[in-house]
């Protein structure tokens, strides 16, 4: 079975600054997704960043970029520049590819951006 | 393009009771995907279909079932509510059965009092 473990439940950062969320995962597959959800107060799940397990380029998103380490299982989310906006609880997500689109998360780390 | 919409927002049922979740997915997507919050659990998958058809289940007793129509919108139904089905249910939409990429809604909160 898959598991993805987010061992920070909580982060607060000031504007501007550089942020890293951490996520570590186990699994038995070789073909699988990555993702980072983030869900605002009240507000819906959206799609942040993924990334394909097959590639070894880290994948970037403007300000959002990944720290991907396949051997040792790890997949960290860095926010560069962090804005206000930014405030939300972040969902590290695992898909098996081809194995329908079950997501399996992890419990979330909360982010709190201040002035 | 409308995204996903889920109806209705909020519900208040009683222990016992059933209830049915609706969900509409975006326009051409043929995927659909449920998935309970709790502050407790986390996210959890429920179940998903394509087609008309269950795909994929997770670990939820059979109290908890859905169905999709041929339009692709989805239902879920909860039989037998208890206090622990209080939750956010969200429901989120992909093109195909293949597709990495979802698209969530705003959810249900569902109170069980």
């Known amino acids: 079975a898959q598991t993805v473990t987010q061992s920070q439940p909580e982060m607060s950062v000031q504007e501007a600054e550089t942020v890293t969320l951490s996520c570590t995962y186990d699994?038995?597959?070789?073909?699988?997704?990555l993702f980072w959800y983030k869900q605002p107060p009240s507000r819906q799940m959206i799609l942040v960043i993924r990334?394909?397990?097959?590639?070894?380029q880290n994948a970037t998103e403007n300000r959002f970029s990944v720290n991907f380490q396949k051997a040792a299982k790890s997949f960290s989310l860095k926010i560069s520049d962090s804005q206000l906006g930014d405030t939300a609880m972040y969902f590290c997500?695992?898909?098996?590819?081809?194995?329908?689109?079950?997501?399996?998360f992890g419990k979330g780390t909360t982010l709190s951006v201040s002035s | 393009k409308a995204g996903v919409t889920q109806t209705p927002r909020y519900l208040i049922k009683t222990r016992g009771q059933q209830v049915t979740l609706s969900c509409s997915p975006i326009?051409?997507?043929?995927?659909v995907s449920w998935y309970q919050q709790t502050p407790g659990q986390g996210l959890q998958f429920l179940f998903e279909?394509?087609?008309?058809?269950?795909?994929n289940k997770g670990n939820f007793p059979g109290r908890f079932s859905g169905r999709q129509f041929s339009n692709s919108r989805s239902e879920m139904n909860v039989s037998t509510l208890e206090l622990g089905d209080s939750a956010l249910y969200l429901c989120?939409?992909?093109?195909?059965?293949?597709?990495?990429?979802?698209?969530f809604g705003p959810g249900t909160r569902l109170t069980v009092t």
């Open positions: 989120a939409s992909s093109l195909d059965s293949h597709s990495y990429e979802q698209y």
């Open positions: 699994t038995s597959e070789s073909n699988y997704y």
């Open positions: 326009s051409g997507h043929r995927s």
């Open positions: 997500a695992f898909m098996v590819n081809q194995a329908g689109t079950a997501l399996i």
């Open positions: 279909y394509f087609s008309e058809t269950q795909r």
């Open positions: 990334q394909e397990a097959y590639k070894q």
